[in-house]
């Protein structure tokens, strides 16, 4: 049920992006943003369109939404990938945009698709204007100096403070590096219907503390391979992780333990969440 | 009058971020935003403020779409600064980011200033939702990759074209790169009161234009003291200007009559409007 919906989904927003990706000038900046966003789990978009549909919005108004939180994902890993940020010459398999083009179209796309992202949820089709200012503002305030930003900045910081960080210091910088923006996703639907947002919240709350934990397993235990990434990148630099400061066991127990009370919180939906545990379920078991 | 009241806005402006920026977590990042966004000439959010008087909107509310504006001008000569990009060592007679910091430091700030910006814009202090998610939108289109971004990638294209732009295609590149986001500011008055643009859309068009005109000029013309930055640059790099296509004198005098006609357009509003007058003036009269 669950990795159906995530592919319809997917390719859902691909469809979209191509729509508005379609209609720009031809130049290098536009390709770039075009080839960086093809392919992907579409996870957050997945979480804009599910929250969405249990909340009886409809897909042409959620798929905006949809659409420009994967575009402000794709910034946010184009402009990790440079050189002078993680230097990562591949991503999902694929030559990253500095390595295909240069370090110039990388910056200028990544830009670009920060931008798109604000536009896709402001536009008139996604609904009435409180819905469309609200999804802005708490887009803006999940990714930047207090959301996704502050988290790259404390990591940053972290590789040249004189100690590892500890649990509550990594809790609170994947809390912005990844944790934020999952949430302001699966919060979506509940915007879009003007609807209480606290159980969606709690779940993602959950899910993407879970979601951090899985990665650092995943950094640990999986094949480079199917990841389409350099693996083991943390360890290599000598990083705090949850499996470095949990072990391997007890990480493993925390995910799990996590994605049960993110589900708990769902159970005012009934079984119209089965699908959103469902994927709370795969985020802590997937290969890449 | 117009230098007095531009004067008294980027004073007002630099509270606003003084304010915003202050409550921020205490990293390199957050530093960085608060180095660059200290000085220049704040002219684009003069006309927020301006435009925003001529329909009496409250300065408490305009204040915030005239900082978030000055925010992503500052995104986008931070991200312009770097290596990869124009490679510049000083803006506004300071090192940029990039040699004061880092270029990761320098990549993450105008990221943050870039959502900073939408932020700012959809606050509730702006206005009712409406008005705020027209800001955000338009401020959207007139930055990314159908705006700003645009004009950019025009830029770079053309350093590696066959032949130098011709006078439409410079045109259609500056109407991009700077003219969008004049043209935003000058308009957000009139939207923050759910007003007719087109006034002001006619005058910024025109600003916009002679704004470049007199960038141009100033390339050749200027004292690389005043102006804070290396100039010459265009002239060295082979690039057509509005100066190479047409000329000194005939530059000056288009700058000239762009003007008059930008003030034609103002007529509707009689006398009320005679500061962003004056500030049409001024920017071909500028030295920086």
Redesign the interface.
């Known amino acids: 049920m669950f990795r159906e919906q995530l592919a319809r989904d997917a390719a859902r927003i691909q469809n979209q992006f191509d729509l508005v990706l379609g209609g720009?000038?031809d130049?290098?900046?536009?390709q770039a943003?075009a080839y960086t966003t093809q392919g992907g789990k579409r996870l957050r978009g997945f979480l804009v369109l599910e929250s969405a549909r249990l909340h009886d919005v409809a897909e042409d108004q959620a798929i905006w939404p949809a659409t420009g939180i994967e575009a402000l994902h794709a910034?946010s890993l184009v402009?990790d990938d440079?050189p002078?940020?993680d230097d990562d010459d591949l991503r999902r398999g694929k030559p990253t945009i500095h390595m295909k083009w240069?370090?110039?179209?990388a910056?200028?796309a990544?830009?670009?698709l920060?931008?798109?992202a604000?536009?896709l949820?402001?536009?008139p089709e996604v609904g009435?204007?409180?819905v469309?200012?609200?999804l802005?503002?708490t887009?803006?305030?999940a990714?930047?100096?207090?959301g996704m930003?502050?988290g790259?900045?404390?990591d940053?910081?972290a590789e040249s403070a004189a100690e590892p960080l500890n649990l509550d210091e990594i809790t609170r910088l994947q809390a912005g590096k990844t944790g934020a923006l999952i949430e302001w996703s699966a919060c979506a639907g509940a915007r879009l219907a003007q609807a209480d947002t606290t159980p969606l919240r709690q779940y993602a709350q959950a899910l993407g503390l879970a979601f951090q934990i899985a990665d650092d397993i995943l950094d640990v235990e999986g094949d480079a391979q199917k990841a389409g990434k350099r693996l083991q990148k943390d360890a290599d630099a000598g990083k705090a992780t949850f499996v470095s400061l949990l072990g391997l066991d007890a990480a493993k127990l925390r995910a799990a333990d996590l994605i049960e009370q993110g589900c708990a919180a769902l159970e005012t939906y009934g079984s119209r969440a089965d699908t959103l545990k469902e994927a709370a379920r795969f985020v802590i078991a997937r290969d890449s």
């Open positions: 720009l000038d130049l290098d900046v536009t943003m910034y402009h440079l002078c940020m240069d370090q110039a179209t910056v200028l990544g830009d670009a920060q931008t798109l604000f536009e949820c402001t536009r009435v204007a409180e469309r200012a609200g802005a503002l887009l803006a305030q990714s930047g100096a207090q930003v502050l790259q900045a404390l940053i910081a």
